[in-house]
């Protein structure tokens, strides 16, 4: 059996107010990514993002902040190909990272609980949450792409290091619940998520 788009492969548990604090990190992840667009450009017509995005090179601003810069690692070693690769990339980059967390927000926003993740959007809560554990575990290993935290830092800081341990628990378990469903077909039971009378988004 094959699964369809609006099946569902996953189930985030937003009790105890886990989808305020998920919904929170989020929010403060994604308004750190808009300062990588180009300001003052608020429109959604195509033509005048690529205009904007032509005359501006976010790569400065993004290798200015520790969490962003582990988003986007050099994917060339020579340093003015890096450069080139991020002055080319990172916009639509930025752009698509914001999508995917724009359709995690409203999925938290539409239920109570336990909120169910369809295969339609399966890959944009795994985007978003992968995002978020580079984006904090920078705070306890710093920007470097192959950085491990020392554990003197991991010491000082316990509830980050919990962080971003919860958030790889988070992501591991979406894939192999994703994993699980394909391989057999079956849909996890719509009937057991309670609408948040808030709609869909």
């Keep these: 059996m094959t699964l369809e788009p609006d099946d569902i492969v996953w189930a985030f548990d937003g009790r105890v107010g886990r989808d305020g604090g998920l919904g929170a990190m989020i929010g403060f992840y994604v308004s750190g990514l808009r300062e990588l667009l180009p300001s003052g450009v608020d429109s959604d017509d195509p033509f005048e993002q690529i205009v904007a995005e032509l005359s501006d090179d ?12 582990r988003l986007f690692p050099p994917a060339l070693a020579n340093e003015t190909q890096a450069d080139e690769f991020w002055r080319d990339s990172i916009h639509n980059q930025t752009r698509a990272r914001i999508a995917a967390a724009d359709a995690v927000m409203a999925d938290l926003g539409a239920f109570d609980g336990f909120v169910p993740v369809r295969l339609s959007v399966v890959d944009d809560w795994a985007r978003t949450l992968g995002a978020l554990r580079l984006f904090w575990y920078a705070e306890v290993a710093g920007p470097e792409r192959l950085a491990e935290p020392e554990a003197e830092v991991i010491e000082s800081n316990p509830g980050l290091a919990e962080l971003v341990e919860w958030l790889g628990y988070l992501l591991e378990d979406l894939l192999e619940s994703r994993g699980m469903c394909l391989a057999t077909g079956q849909s996890l039971d719509p009937d057991q998520f309670t609408a948040s009378g808030r709609g869909l988004g």
Excluded at 58 to 69: A, D, G, K
């Design 58 to 69: 976010p790569t400065n601003r993004m290798l200015s902040n520790p969490r962003l810069s």
